[in-house]
């Protein structure tokens, strides 16, 4: 079965908790593309009860250029299935917090190739949160 139907196809916040947290643990350091994008679409508006947590992890695991990468690919949904903005600014966010510097200036270049995304960072929304310059 594709990995991507697997992961989605779970019910994650009831039944099929520790079975998601196993595959979201199983994943290898560096996954495909396919991979990267199916742990992206994991993220909704559904209260997670902090299993996301697990996803975060192993995207912080991930090289800056497959996490770029997929973030790019995946920003639209990341916009469209957080109504809020809630993941968007979650997501990006951590890395500012943790003074990621790297991985920040990754986002900010990557922005450049992606409307959706530099409007985002350029956001009240978000720049009211995190005041970083673009």
Known sequence: MNFKYKILGLDRYD????QFI??????P?????????ALFLTFSNE???GV??????????????KFISGLLRNFHHLLEKSSE???PLLII??????DDQTRIKEIIKASTENLELSNFLRSDYFQD???IEI
């Open 15 to 18: 039944n099929d908790v520790d």
């Open 129 to 131: 949160e995190y005041p």
């Open 22 to 27: 196993n595959i979201v643990n199983s994943i």
């Open 52 to 65: 996301q947590e697990k996803v975060l992890n192993k995207l912080d695991q991930l090289s800056n250029n």
């Open 85 to 87: 903005q809630e993941w």
């Open 93 to 98: 966010g951590r890395y500012i917090n943790a």
């Open 29 to 37: 350091d560096d996954p495909s593309d396919d991979i990267v994008d």
């Open 47 to 49: 209260d997670d009860f």
